[in-house]
Structures are given as C-alpha cells and as structure tokens.
C-alpha cells in the first residue's frame, strides 16, 4: 500500500481478554515503531524493530505487552489480560532504514478501549 | 538521547508567521533536530529536519543557531489547518534510531 496501514481501526474489549494489533508498513521499509497515546496525552514509546536485529522492548510497560515482526513486514502487538489503563490509541510507524536523513510515516492508529 | 524544551502551547493569526521555539542544548555535534507534527485525531506527520544549515521545504522553515542550542520552525503564513501539536526532536546516531516525543507545543492559529 501507499502509507503505514493499522488494523483494526478501532476496538472495544473487556477487560482481562487479550487483544492483537496489526501494522503493514511501507514496502521496504526497514525500521518500525510501535507508541502508545492516551487521551489528551503524548506518544509513549514502546518497542522498535530495525532489520534483523534485536528489538529495542524499553518502552513495553509491563510483560503483558509484547509484540513482534515477521521479517521486514507485518508487525503484531499483543496485549494479554487488558486493563482499562491500556485504553489509548496505539500508533505504529516506518522508516525506510537505521540511518539518519529517514522520516517516520505513521498509521492512523487504532484506538482500543477496555471496558 | 538529547532532550528537547518546548513551551507547551501558542496562539498565531491566521496569515502570519508561527514561530516554534525548541531549546536542544545538550545536543551532540552529529545529531539531527527533527520537526513532527500531530492534528487532532491523526498520526504524527514528518515536517522538516536539519544538521546545523537552515533549511527550508514547501512546509516550513528551519532555523538553527550557530551554536546548535536551539532552533525555530516558521510557518510562514499559517492557516487554521497548522493547528496541531508540534514536537521537536533531537535523533541519535547509530544503529538504533528511535524516535522520542516530548510534550511538543500545541498551536492554536486562530482566524
């Protein structure tokens, strides 16, 4: 596709059930961020992939979070026993390698809501 | 990474300049100051981004001092649709480049 695409859009969930959230980056894309933002909030940090790497997990917030990516492709975060505290918009982005000189290009995110 | 200080909102008239001020003084001599911005409900959007010559896109203008300790973003003719939350960025070198937002500025232009 032409931009950074997430799925689903939105989520509703109760809280305890575990939840999945897709990103398709870029075609070629070889860097990917996954942030967190609450409401009125501003972008937490979670995980980045770069290559074949290890991912950089500093951001991940607990052991419930997890996530991963197949190669230079889809990414999944996981989210296991939600809390009402995981409610945000959950953003994803891509750039085109671990060098400088790359901007970012985000998803729309999708917004999870834990009931 | 160097962290950045912005001030936390400003206001513009419409058609004219908006100048957003971002204070980087620990900023290492090979990194980069990078512009984002947020509208309301979207995802982050790549503004422009510079070593230590102004720049200029068909966005906005980036000015950053001799000493490296600051830069500006100009938004020469601001419209209703520049409102938005404006982060400032100073980015690593290396292997690992991830991207940390501060607060960043919220601009409101107004008619």
């Known amino acids: 596709g032409a931009g950074v695409s997430q799925s689903p859009s939105n989520k509703v969930t109760e809280k305890g059930k575990d939840v999945e959230l897709r990103c398709d980056p870029i075609s070629g894309h070889t860097a990917l961020y996954w942030y967190r933002q609450r409401l009125g909030q501003g972008l937490e940090f979670l995980i980045y992939?770069?290559?074949?790497?290890?991912?950089?997990k500093s951001g991940l917030p607990s052991d419930r979070f997890s996530a991963e990516r197949t190669g230079e492709s889809v990414s999944t975060l996981t989210i296991q026993r939600t809390q009402q505290e995981d409610s945000a918009v959950y953003l994803c982005?891509?750039?085109?390698?671990?060098?400088?000189?790359?901007?970012?290009?985000f998803g729309q995110g999708t917004r999870l809501t834990v009931v | 990474d160097a962290k950045t200080t912005q001030p936390p909102s400003m206001d513009c008239a419409e058609g004219r300049a908006a100048n957003l001020p971002c204070n980087h003084s620990?900023?290492?001599?090979?990194?980069?100051v990078y512009w984002y911005r947020q509208i309301h409900s979207q995802g982050p959007q790549y503004i422009i981004h510079g070593l230590k010559n102004n720049e200029t896109n068909e966005m906005a203008s980036l000015i950053i001092t001799e000493d490296r300790k600051s830069s500006t973003l100009i938004l020469p003719h601001a419209t209703l649709r520049d409102t938005a939350v404006y982060y400032c960025i100073v980015r690593v070198d290396g292997g690992y480049n991830k991207l940390i937002f501060g607060a960043g500025t919220r601009l409101a232009v107004h008619p």
């Open positions: 982005a891509s750039s085109p390698g671990p060098g400088l000189n790359t901007e970012a290009f």
């Open positions: 992939f770069q290559g074949n790497s290890a991912p950089d």
């Open positions: 620990t900023i290492s001599g090979n990194e980069y």
